[in-house]
């Protein structure tokens, strides 16, 4: 089991950044690619961003991309997702997940999920 807990989520003006963090606790963090994932009111959950095992692969999906950055420590067990030029269209609850399979988190498919945090975006 591994126990997935995210924070860092608010309000922020349209133009504004925020740092989203994942705690990881459970078995071996080093075992999982990791992702952040969005779901906004009356849409269905999406990826944003990846991260392999390792740390040499990634991917945004192409709304995000230039404007957000995923990142992990395994000294600290934790996965990032640093948010910058943010706008109302990112409103949305956004949710860390885990998979020991890389591929499926590209498919919004993780093993463990988080409980979520809100980001709202005003104009």
């Known amino acids: 089991q591994v126990q997935l807990v995210e924070s860092g989520g608010g309000l922020v003006q349209a133009g504004g950044s925020l740092r989203l963090s994942c705690a990881a606790s459970?078995?071996?963090?080093?075992?999982?690619?990791m992702g952040w994932f969005r779901q906004a009111p009356g849409q269905g959950r999406g990826v944003v961003a990846t991260i392999n095992q390792d740390g040499g692969t990634r991917y945004y999906a192409d709304s995000v991309k230039g404007r957000f950055t995923i990142s992990r420590d395994s000294a600290k067990n934790a996965v990032y997702l640093q948010m910058n030029s943010l706008t109302p269209e990112d409103t949305a609850v956004y949710y860390c997940g885990a998979n020991d399979y890389y591929n499926d988190l590209l498919r919004s498919r993780a093993d463990y999920w988080g409980q979520g945090t809100q980001v709202t975006v005003s104009s």
């Open positions: 459970g078995r071996t963090f080093s075992y999982y690619a």
